[in-house]
Every structure is written in C-alpha cells, then in structure tokens.
C-alpha cells in the first residue's frame, strides 16, 4: 500500500516565476492538506482540500492556491514566487477525523 | 491565536537514557495531539497520537502523556537508541486536522 507521494523532489525556480507541486495521497484518503515548512521550524498550514474544495485555509496570500481533483490528487500552485517561499512543501492525507499521514516533500529552492 | 510551544529544542542523552519532549498549547479546544519524527530529507512520520478523552497511551518504548488542565502534553522515550535521533515534532488540532506544530526538539542519541 503507497502511502503519500509528491513530486517533484527538489525544485529550483527564479524570482517572479510560477511553480506547481503535486501530490498523491494514501489510498483511502479523500483530503488533502498542504504545509509549508521552512529550514529549522515547524509546518505551517497552507490549506485543505476535499471533495474538491478547498475548506481550510492558513494565513498564506493568495498567490498561493491549489486543486483537487476527483481521483483525490492534488496540486499547490504558487505564483509570483518571492525568496521567502523557499521551504519544504508538504502533503498530508487522512479520511475523516482519522490520522494525517504526511509526505516526503518537495525542497523548493527560489534564486 | 493558536499556538504550540515546545522544549526543548535540542536534547542529548546516552544510549539507553530516557528523553523527554513537552509541548503547551494555546487553544483550550484542542482535542488532538500527535507527535512526528522527522529524519533529515524526510517528511514527519507519526510515531505516537492521542485524543483529550484520554490522559496516557504507551506504545512500546514511547509513551504520550496530556494534563488537559494545563494545556500540556510531553513525550518520553525510554530506552533510546541511536536510531532515535531526528528531530521530534509536537501538533495540536481541534480535529484531525489543521495541525498546529511546535517549534521542534532536536534528539540526539550518543552510543
């Protein structure tokens, strides 16, 4: 059984540039929700999708926004990017009020 | 606003010691609390959750603790082994999700 899986890996974008992660969630699991975690600190919660909307959303700017789609993938898209996004961007899936399992992340890098 | 707090952030023990993690959190709903491993280049991996119905839960070598009273809940290792060493993350949720982390505890395990 896959547990959660994101692409790409690693990422290595200009100032000003648009990027778009994607992610994979357990089998099983209907919602999707995205951190961002920057070096030495704890995630932070972007926002949650399910049955295709977003439900939750953290205290990030709307240059961030993302997607659901019926097979329970998603996407984070992030526009516009600034120096400061650089971070690991997390995937975590559940369904219902069980246990979010995250995944292994993508490293964005913003030059 | 919601807010976890967590000490320490780094911790040293010899092989066989016991380690001990304590988070606060702000949020008098809370009603979830999981603890991650985090391994370098890796996402969190649960390793011990528990509901405020309940005040202890053990698994093993890791045991849980929540005095809902004080808004504190901690971690304990007994036994470590070097293979513990990550850095450990605590989360509060008013459900199963929106995770609000701590800042990280840094474990390392000296043979």
């Known amino acids: 059984d896959a547990g959660v899986t994101q692409s790409p890996t690693h990422l290595i974008k200009t100032r000003g540039q648009q990027v778009t992660l994607r992610c994979s969630p357990k089998?099983?699991?209907?919602?999707v929700s995205w951190y961002q975690q920057a070096l030495g600190q704890g995630p932070q919660f972007i926002f949650q999708?399910?049955?295709?909307?977003?439900?939750q959303r953290g205290n990030f700017p709307d240059r961030f926004s993302g997607h659901q789609f019926p097979n329970y993938s998603s996407e984070l898209n992030v526009n516009a990017l600034l120096l400061g996004d650089s971070a690991l961007y997390l995937c975590?899936?559940?369904?219902?009020?069980?246990?979010?399992?995250f995944g292994p992340g993508t490293r964005l890098t913003v030059l | 606003g919601e807010n976890v707090e967590q000490h320490p952030s780094t911790l040293s023990v010899q092989e066989g010691d016991s380690a001990v993690i304590k988070c606060t959190y702000s949020?008098?709903?809370?009603?979830?609390f999981p603890w991650y491993k985090q391994e370098l280049g890796k996402g969190p991996q649960l390793i011990i959750d528990?509901?405020?119905?309940?005040g202890e839960k053990k698994d093993q070598r890791i045991a849980v603790t929540l005095n809902k009273t004080a808004k504190h809940f901690s971690l304990h290792i007994t036994e470590t082994q070097p293979e513990d060493s990550a850095v450990y993350f605590c989360?509060?949720?008013?459900?199963?999700?929106?995770?609000?982390f701590g800042t990280g505890t840094r474990l390392q395990v000296f043979p």
């Open positions: 975590a899936s559940r369904t219902g009020l069980d246990t979010q399992y």
């Open positions: 089998s099983g699991h209907d919602t």
């Open positions: 999708y399910y049955e295709e909307e977003e439900r």
């Open positions: 949020d008098s709903a809370s009603n979830y």
């Open positions: 528990i509901r405020s119905n309940v």
């Open positions: 989360a509060a949720s008013k459900r199963a999700d929106k995770l609000i």
